[in-house]
């Protein structure tokens, strides 16, 4: 499995000289099979999703896009999606079921459409389905997505039903919880969120746990009840799951490349391998 990452940030794109690095396109994840002429499954579609073209080299896309939930910063780039607004394209979205039963294509209309947007989710080019996820998606078994076979997890986060994923192609597994609350299952053992079995069983012995990283220790007593994790909550569930790596996610908005970097650097003694997750960094697995 390859690991493409096309957008980091969280909340809000974040331009200018002082996030080139690591990047300020939103939540965009796309993985490939080994082999593969480029990637099949993309895990959310903020505005890193318009760099999955170029991964392409800018062919129709053929594939998945699984959303964890529908918050601007992981929807937007969907009508900038050159590969997948294409006359060949075939696409299959996914999304959490809603809670209130609206169908797929009609809550992404609540934002795709005018007078917000000037079209609409089928008036993309190609060939689009737009569904809910299966019930088998939250079995332990999960469901197949092409080639890998993915089990989705309710996690606490504001504002809408949000899942993390597990996703692997029998060789390799990854863990993907871009937005996470633990904090409102209580403070835990170090303050910073209970350690729940959805997202231990998520990232149980993965080789790569890629995670909420949104804020600091010190952001917590302010700023958790937005919907989000401390970097060091990221880190010891890693540590407590037995993942190999941990991928710090859905960098602050305002958080540059240098406290990015301090912030990374603050973990260099951990027996946990920790990275920086940036736009366009890719990992062999």
Known sequence: MRVHFCGTRGSTPAPGPEFVHYGGHTSCVALSLDGAAGPTLLL????GLRRVTSLLDRRPFEGSILLTHLHWDHIQGLP????GDHPDSQVTLRLPPQEDGTDAESVLARMMSPPLFPIRPRNLRGNWTFDVLPPDAFSEAGFPVGGFRVVAKDVPHK???TVG???SDGHSAIAYIPDHCPT???AGPDG???YHPAVLDLARDVDLLIHDAHLVPEELPAEASFGHAA???????GRRAGAQRVALFHHKPDRCDAAIDGLVDRFSSSTVTVLGASDMLELAL
Request: hydrophobic share 35%.
């Open 159 to 161: 504002g809408g039903r």
């Open 192 to 194: 910073w969120g209970e």
């Open 80 to 83: 900038f999606f050159q590969s």
């Open 165 to 167: 994923y597990r996703v």
């Open 184 to 186: 409102e299952f209580g």
């Open 44 to 47: 959310d579609a903020g505005t």
């Open 231 to 237: 970097a060091d909550y990221a880190v010891e569930l």
